[in-house]
């Protein structure tokens, strides 16, 4: 099969889609994190276009960005798989977590910024979540994305499930009104108490305490 490493940071969403992905496929890894405030060279090697994590080394070949990733091993170990076999709804899907990994990093700017900024932040993510509750498939007929199992547009997701709680309980900004999203709010549920999501979570009250002091270096760096 050849050695795979994983190369990410705790508790980067991005690094949780590839593990969620390899626990779900039942792949041996290597887990080795990094810090980005001093990057290492085996990153710098494997990245050097980004920089940046995930990058999942398998067989001394590096692959970087956590979609791209998501996608290689689906079409590297195609057990339990990630997308439908149908080719129109494979395309939906790939369309789906493409709008996911666009318009999701729009909740991380609710915790970047204040004032404007964040307004603005806040605006974007209830368009998208307006956007999913009522136009992504499968949502409030099945219990995933893509049916009864878990699938590719889920892991891309997944961080609202999770890190979308904290980053409203740092800033005190409300983005997900209960009720409001009914159909997002039973996925999210089902989605963390999928045995391999629950499993493989970062503790909440350790994140918190990071994403807590990611703002303040953020705001006091303005």
Same mark, same amino acid.
């Given at each position: ?7 990410? /940071? #705790? ?5 949780? *889609?590839?593990?969620?992905?390899? %626990? ?51 079409? %590297? ?7 439908? !076999? ?21 909740? #991380? %700017? ?32 099945? %219990? ?26 740092? /800033? ?10 009914? *159909?997002?709010? /039973? ?29 303040? /270096?953020?705001?006091? !760096?303005?």
């Amino acid at each position: 099969m050849g050695e795979v490493k994983l190369l990410g /940071t #705790w508790p980067s969403p991005f690094s949780y *889609r590839v593990i969620w992905a390899l %626990k779900l496929k039942g792949i041996p890894y290597e887990y080795i994190e990094q810090d980005l405030s001093n990057k290492s060279p085996l990153l710098l090697q494997s990245n050097p276009v980004h920089k940046k994590i995930p990058v999942l080394i398998h067989g001394g070949n590096p692959i970087a960005e956590s979609v791209i990733i998501l996608q290689y091993i689906e079409d %590297k170990w195609p057990q339990n798989p990630l997308l439908p !076999s149908d080719p129109y709804e494979k395309a939906v899907a790939r369309f789906w977590v493409k709008f996911a990994d666009e318009k999701g990093l729009s909740i #991380w %700017k609710v915790l970047r910024f204040s004032g404007e900024e964040q307004e603005k932040g806040l605006k974007e993510s209830l368009e998208m979540l307006e956007v999913i509750e009522e136009h992504a498939p499968g949502l409030g007929q099945k %219990k995933f994305f893509g049916g009864d199992k878990i699938g590719m547009v889920d892991l891309a997701l997944g961080q609202l499930a999770h890190w979308m709680g904290a980053i409203e309980e740092v /800033t005190g900004v409300q983005i997900m009104e209960a009720g409001k999203f009914p *159909r997002l709010e /039973t996925w999210m549920k089902n989605f963390k108490e999928d045995p391999v999501i629950k499993e493989n979570l970062p503790e909440f009250k350790d994140m918190l305490a990071v994403v807590k002091h990611r703002r303040e /270096t953020l705001l006091a !760096s303005k």
